[in-house]
């Protein structure tokens, strides 16, 4: 619970946000992981500071210097649009199309 003056806790508010949702468990702890990497990635910023930059910068770093699988990459992206749209409240706006050829068609 949040005490007066202070905010919830982000990742509480995620997996309250999901199950609300009725997300699969598997999917609750993988979008966690997703969310705590790109807030660790970006220096342990809230994520309410940042936005459609920060997440480019994240996808590519993970295409780039992970070499992970279009799937994978994707992955990371679905939880970072359904913190932003379904826990924040803050549109991302155009993160841009260049990490994977397969999601734009």
Known sequence: MATPGKPPKLMPCVKNTMRVKRY???TEKTY????????RFHG???PASMGASEVHAFLEHLAVE???AAATQNQALN???FLYRHVLEQPLGDIGKFWVSGLNG
């Open 44 to 46: 342990i910023q809230p």
């Open 79 to 81: 939880a970072l649009v």
């Open 66 to 68: 992970r070499h992970v």
């Open 32 to 39: 966690c992981y997703w969310i705590r990497y790109f807030i």
């Open 24 to 26: 699969s468990p598997r």
